[in-house]
């Protein structure tokens, strides 16, 4: 029933158990574009650092409200928790890897255009690409500087989570740069 979990939602609000917050969405890729707490601090337009697209917001359609588990609450129901992404999201999206949580300091390595059966996609074209993740907070890029070649050597990047999280809506996204776009990325969820 709609109205119960509406009104478990607000009163896990209420008591500091989530965060109510007003994400309006991107019109062309889906990702939030901001998040705020009154219907007053919506934007009438917001750039997407995503895709990189001018959004107008007119109406209360192009809004979602979003509630968000505080952090400690969340990883006591879900240790392993993975996220799936909208459909317009997905349409949008280059990759998409789930990084299981672990506390062991063992990573795992995604590859891109290396070859072999573990490969999540071909080599990533030149450009700037989002990565981001709304259950460890991390919002960052990636800068491919030019198109793979095919004698190039796949680089291997190594990426700490607890280097890209971004512990306050206003933190610098940091960029990680690679010459090109056949890739070993290790990421390590420390």
């Not at 969340?74 to 990084?99: D, I, R, T, W």
């Not at 690679?178 to 990421?187: I, S, Y």
Request: charged share 20%; with cysteine; glycine share 6%.
């Amino acid at each position: 029933p709609l109205n119960e979990v509406l009104t478990e939602l607000l009163y896990a609000s209420r008591v500091g158990m989530m965060t109510m917050k007003l994400t309006p969405n991107c019109q062309r890729c889906g990702s939030a574009v901001c998040a705020v707490e009154r219907f007053a601090d919506v934007p009438t337009q917001a750039y997407c650092e995503g895709c990189r697209y001018q959004n107008s917001f007119d109406c209360l359609s192009k809004i979602k409200v979003v509630f968000i588990f505080d952090r400690d609450v969340f990883y006591v129901l879900a240790e392993s928790f993975a996220c799936q992404p909208s459909e317009a999201s997905m349409a949008a999206n280059k990759v998409f890897a789930m990084v299981p949580a672990t506390f062991s300091g063992s990573g795992f390595r995604y590859s891109m255009g290396c070859g072999g059966d573990k490969m999540l996609r071909p080599a990533l074209p030149a450009g700037k690409y989002r990565m981001h993740c709304p259950v460890a907070r991390t919002d960052n890029y990636l800068v491919i500087e030019r198109e793979a070649a095919a004698v190039d050597d796949p680089i291997c990047l190594p990426l700490h989570v607890s280097d890209v999280v971004c512990r306050k809506p206003n933190d610098a996204r940091k960029t990680l740069v690679a010459t090109h776009g056949k890739l070993h990325m290790d990421v390590f969820t420390n």
